[in-house]
């Protein structure tokens, strides 16, 4: 072997050894990929929203209902990558006390809905704990949700951009994660909402 072909092969493994590192350091921040478009494993459907596997994201049009992780969470910060029309009514609820009967009486959810008729607590809210002003939209393209949960205190970030800080509030303290297909306001349309991953760290 001549000494181009050792430098070539040095660089090589060098490369090798750099992209390894690479995903061991992804690993290391320790999410775990709860959904990734190809089968809902790790969830429980309730209500009768048409849930559907297709294009590498589960997708809902009609129903009212939601998908509930199997397992609880206390303190977590969860990425929820999601696509929804204008007049879709989701939502991602987290603490689910009863993964049976998810509500808002039930557990905390992070709003998405853009003609919510009281826009405050709209997209990017957490309904009656944490207002948001002025509200987002989120129809009609990707979004991605990043959720954490610690004691009391709450933290929503949409798209790069903190839409609640530091909310304090102390009703539930640990449950279930569920993703909403729900009706919409009155006098719009029939929703859509997509979900093509989701991930999430203990804290």
């Not at 430098?7 to 050894?17: E, H, K, N, T």
């Not at 405050?120 to 979004?143: D, E, H, R």
């Not at 994660?177 to 729900?182: M, R, S, T, V």
Request: hydrophobic share 35%; proline share 3%; charged share 20%.
């Amino acid at each position: 072997m001549n000494r181009r072909s050792v430098i070539g092969l040095g660089l090589l493994l060098v490369g090798s050894a750099a992209v390894t590192y690479s995903h061991e350091a992804s690993g290391q921040a320790g999410f775990t990929t709860l959904f990734d478009g190809t089968n809902l494993n790790n969830f429980t459907q309730i209500g009768n929203a048409n849930w559907n596997l297709a294009d590498g994201a589960v997708e809902a049009t009609m129903g009212n209902g939601f998908l509930v992780t199997k397992e609880s969470y206390g303190d977590f910060e969860v990425r929820v990558e999601f696509w929804v029309n204008d007049d879709a009514n989701s939502g991602v609820f987290i603490r689910c006390e009863d993964p049976s009967k998810v509500s808002g009486q039930t557990s905390y959810e992070v709003n998405i809905f853009d003609k919510r008729p009281d826009p405050s607590y709209g997209t990017g809210a957490i309904v009656n704990v944490a207002k948001v002003s002025p509200m987002p939209k989120a129809g009609g393209k990707w979004n991605t949700y990043d959720i954490t949960a610690k004691g009391s205190q709450f933290t929503v970030v949409l798209n790069g951009v903190k839409t609640v800080d530091g909310a304090q509030d102390t009703k539930h303290a640990n449950g279930h994660i569920a993703l909403q297909y729900g009706d919409g306001a009155p006098g719009t349309g029939p929703g859509i909402v997509k979900f093509r991953k989701v991930e999430i760290r203990r804290l």
